[in-house]
């Protein structure tokens, strides 16, 4: 005889009282002060431990990006600039991986690490604007938004960005408060570790400077020492990058200039068409997520099936918020609304080759900006909602990361660029050196989308070497390729492949010529089969 067990009264009891306990917890220490910070870092820690693992099955079938490759490579020497960027990208990568292997799962692991730093600087910006209540809203939406998660797989200075800007704004707003000498040190001192990422945070330096000038209380701001020390000291601060850069003959800004100049204006409207796009549908879904958590606020269920309307015009209402500071939301309104139109329209004018990827710095203010519109108010409800719909997504997104990555495998089976063994490459040449020369490989050669990989994936870690392209990284050189030998790495059906045998014949007539075709299995499924043309040049004797 069967017998079914039925939960007691009592049991029922307590686990609602659990569930009800827990929920009471959150919302306290979400919207009280003292334990706000340590309840943010834990939920950054979490959301980059979760993403790490749902990244390492995502691209479980891929080698990491040539970005990620790049700045591995930077990082093994610590230069005051690399070619095409400022040096701090390298610098951080260079620590990290003193500290974790050259391994695929340590660069997703830095990627989250640094959105997940940029979670909780971001939470200190919105602290300046908010109350603590919609500052934990900011921050799950944060948490929600794309760039922070499925697009921040990628670790270059784009993505440090997310790190560096915020920490601008967030000494803007507080120089903006305090109006000290002090905090104009603060401010110069964050600019100068913006600049040092990308150059590209110029946009977000000139947004705050106009903010600055359009702000109501701009003479007050103005007539305090803050921002003419900070100018003072992010001038002092890059004066040893800026000697780089002379030296360097300004060699980004050359890199900058050809790569992303065009003429072609129909193209120039497609681009910026694209990025505006492409970033508001970014955007789109944690705006979505979080108007769903306030909209699942009791009584929604009966608001529904009386006064549907009521489930969102009860988020609004008239009258003086104490939760917003108004003076600095005017600041954040400012300067989001600048560097969302400024770039875009300066791409316009100026014929600009406009990447989306450009956008990756520029909206974290977004959720703030529509958080701090004081007509809006945000209920205790709320926040646990958001918080179950950001878990629920990582948690399903995890369990179902190997069955994604292996549909978009069978979807793009001959998509050399994302699953073409280039891991596989790098240690069969280094194989093949050791072999021939009983050395170690020391530099390599090519185009960065060929080299890059084999910088990061051969146990030798060998110095990239560009010959073709002005804005070398620096880390090697022509002397050295003469000196200790090189492989040389190309594509074949690239259309650059006859200057760089012009190179090659130049600089090492007697190179050995070879083929080689690599292919990856991942889970008994096998990627696309690549054909490279291999260039082996020996060490001066």
């Known amino acids: 005889m069967s017998t079914t067990s039925i939960p007691s009264a009592r049991a029922r009891a307590k686990t609602r009282v659990s569930y009800n306990r827990f929920r009471a917890w959150l919302v306290a220490c979400a919207t009280r002060p003292e334990p706000g910070p340590w309840l943010v870092i834990q939920l950054a820690i979490l959301h980059a431990v979760l993403w790490t693992f749902i990244l390492i099955n995502l691209k479980a079938a891929q080698d990491v990006h040539m970005d990620v490759a790049e700045a591995y490579g930077w990082g093994q020497k610590f230069l005051l600039g690399y070619g095409k960027h400022p040096p701090l990208s390298g610098w951080i990568a260079g620590v990290w991986f003193k500290l974790f292997p050259a391994a695929d799962w340590a660069t997703y692991a830095l990627a989250m690490a640094t959105v997940g730093v940029g979670m909780v600087i971001c939470w200190f910006v919105a602290r300046r604007v908010v109350d603590s209540r919609r500052a934990f809203l900011v921050v799950v939406m944060i948490a929600l938004y794309p760039i922070f998660n499925f697009k921040g797989f990628k670790y270059n200075p784009d993505l440090l960005q997310l790190v560096t800007l915020p ?46 000038l359009i702000h109501p209380d701009r003479l007050n701001f103005l007539r305090s020492p803050a921002p003419w020390v900070a100018i003072a000291t992010m001038v002092v601060a890059m004066i040893p990058h800026i000697v780089w850069l002379a030296d360097a003959h300004f060699v980004p800004l050359t890199y900058a200039g050809d790569t992303y100049s065009i003429e072609d204006s129909r193209l120039v409207h497609q681009l910026v068409f694209g990025y505006a796009l492409h970033n508001l549908a970014l955007l789109a879904l944690p705006v979505a997520l979080a108007a769903l958590a306030m909209a699942l606020v009791p009584p929604w269920f009966g608001l529904l099936l009386r006064a549907p309307s009521r489930i969102v015009t009860r988020a609004w209402a008239r009258g003086a918020n104490s939760g917003v500071n108004l003076p600095q939301a005017l600041n954040v309104w400012i300067i989001q609304i600048i560097v969302a139109f400024g770039p875009p329209l300066g791409a316009l004018v100026f014929s600009i080759y406009m990447k989306t990827d450009w956008g990756i710095s520029l909206f974290f203010l977004v959720p703030l900006a529509l958080v701090a519109i004081p007509v809006l108010r945000v209920q205790s409800a709320t926040l646990f909602n958001i918080v179950v ?61 060929s080299i890059q990989p084999m910088v990061f994936y051969s146990p030798d870690h060998p110095a990239a070497f560009t010959p073709n392209e002005p804005w070398s990284s620096g880390l ?64 001066q004797k």
């Open 167 to 212: 920490l601008l704004v967030l000494a803007y707003l507080n120089a903006f408060e305090k109006r000290s000498w002090r905090s104009g040190i603060w401010l110069g001192l964050a600019g100068a570790l913006a600049l040092m990422t990308k150059y590209w945070v110029l946009t977000m330096i000139g947004a705050i400077g106009l903010a600055a």
């Open 389 to 449: 719909i950001w878990l629920v997504l990582s948690v399903a997104t995890l369990a179902a990361s190997p069955w994604i990555a292996a549909r978009e495998m069978a979807a793009n089976a001959g998509n050399t660029a994302t699953y073409g063994a280039r891991s596989e490459l790098a240690r069969e040449l280094t194989q093949a050196w050791h072999t021939r020369f009983a050395s170690r490989w020391a530099i390599v050669a090519g185009t960065m989308e």
């Open 476 to 539: 090697t050189s022509l002397d050295d390729v003469r000196k200790y030998g090189f492989i040389g790495v190309f594509d074949p059906t690239d259309g650059r492949l006859p200057e760089f045998e012009k190179w090659v014949s130049e600089t090492a007539p007697n190179a050995e010529r070879v083929v080689m075709t690599t292919r990856r299995f991942t889970h008994g499924k096998a990627g696309p089969s690549m054909t490279w043309n291999i260039y082996i040049a020996p060490p």
